[in-house]
C-alpha cells in the first residue's frame, strides 16, 4: 500500500521535514539506549568489599544527568516541531490546495481562522510527542532505581551471581517505544509513522480550512488511494475520485495512519443541485 511518504507529488518539503525529524528523535533516543548500556557495563564491574556500595550513586547521578538532557534536547525538538515544522505544513498544504483549485496562492494568509485551527492542532500533537518523551523518562528512572537496586544487592553479598543485564534491559527497555498494548517498536518506526499522521492531518486541515473560509467552497474533492474507505481504509465507501462536504471533509481529513489523503476545494459546485457527499466527483 502507498504511504504518505512514499508520495512523489508536490508534498516533497513536508517529507522533507518529517525525515529529519526522524532522524533526530532516533539520534536522541539511542543516546537514551547507550546510557543504559554504559551504566550497566560500569556496574557490573563493582564487586563486594569494602566500600563498594558507595560506588554507586555516582554512576546512578551521572545516568540520571543523562536522562535529563535527552528530555531536554528531545522537548526542544517538539516544541520546534510544533512551533515551526507543522505550521510550514499546514501553510503548504493550503498552498497546494489553491493552486490544484486554480487559484492564486497569495489568497492564503493567517488569518484569525487559519491561527486557531494550527494552535489547536500543534497543541494536540506538541502534548503526544512529550507524552513518549515522559514514558521514556520515566522508563529510564525505573531503570536507574532497579540496576542500583541489583548491584547493591550484589556488593552486599545477597546475590553471587551477579546483575542480570538482560533482564534488566528487558523489563525497562528504553531503545524502544513501548505502545499500550505491550508491543514494542522501533523508534525509527514509531516516529516516522506518528510525524507522518501529523505531518498529513496538519497539512489537510490547511487545505480544508482554507478551501472554505477563502474560497467559500462548500465542497471538496478527495483524492486517495484506490482501496482506501472513506472513514478507515476497510469502509467499503471508497474515498478516492468523490466529493464530500466541508464538514465531512474536516471529520475525516485522512482515514488511518500512512493514509495519502488529498483534499481539491471545488467551488464551482457550490450552487449544483442534489449534490450529496460521497457522490462521483
Not at 84 to 91: E, N, T
Request: hydrophobic share 40%.
Amino acid at each position: 500500500m502507498t504511504t504518505a511518504l512514499q508520495q512523489t507529488d508536490d508534498r516533497t518539503e513536508l517529507t522533507a521535514l518529517i525525515t529529519a525529524m526522524t532522524g533526530e528523535l532516533v539520534r536522541q533516543w539511542q543516546r537514551l539506549a547507550t546510557a543504559q548500556d554504559n551504566l550497566l557495563a560500569l556496574l557490573k564491574r563493582i564487586q563486594r568489599g569494602y566500600g563498594a556500595t558507595n560506588r554507586i550513586p555516582p554512576l546512578i547521578t551521572s545516568f540520571n544527568q543523562q536522562v535529563g538532557e535527552f528530555s531536554r534536547l528531545t522537548t526542544a525538538l517538539a516544541e520546534r516541531w510544533a512551533a515551526q515544522d507543522l505550521p510550514i505544513a499546514y501553510r503548504d498544504g493550503a498552498q497546494r490546495a489553491l493552486r490544484k483549485a486554480g487559484a492564486d496562492i497569495s489568497l492564503f494568509q493567517w488569518s484569525t481562522g487559519h491561527q486557531a485551527a494550527i494552535t489547536g492542532l500543534t497543541a494536540t500533537f506538541y502534548t503526544d510527542l512529550v507524552g513518549r518523551i515522559q514514558e521514556a523518562v520515566r522508563r529510564a528512572q525505573a531503570f536507574a532505581r532497579a540496576a542500583q537496586d541489583a548491584t547493591r544487592e550484589v556488593t552486599l553479598g545477597r546475590n553471587h551471581d551477579g546483575i542480570d543485564s538482560a533482564r534488566l534491559v528487558a523489563d525497562h527497555p528504553l531503545s524502544t517505544i513501548v505502545y499500550r498494548d505491550n508491543s514494542r517498536h522501533p523508534v525509527q518506526s514509531w516516529a516516522q509513522s506518528a510525524l507522518t499522521y501529523q505531518g498529513v492531518i496538519t497539512a489537510n486541515h490547511g487545505a480544508i480550512n482554507t478551501g472554505a473560509l477563502d474560497l467559500e467552497a462548500a465542497w471538496f474533492e478527495c483524492v486517495d488511494g484506490p482501496e482506501c474507505g472513506f472513514v478507515s481504509h476497510q469502509d467499503t465507501d471508497h474515498a478516492n475520485g468523490t466529493i464530500r462536504s466541508a464538514d465531512d471533509a474536516a471529520a475525516y481529513p485522512t482515514a488511518h495512519f500512512g493514509c495519502i489523503r488529498e483534499w481539491v476545494p471545488r467551488p464551482d459546485l457550490n450552487n449544483r443541485r442534489g449534490l450529496v457527499s460521497g457522490d462521483p466527483a
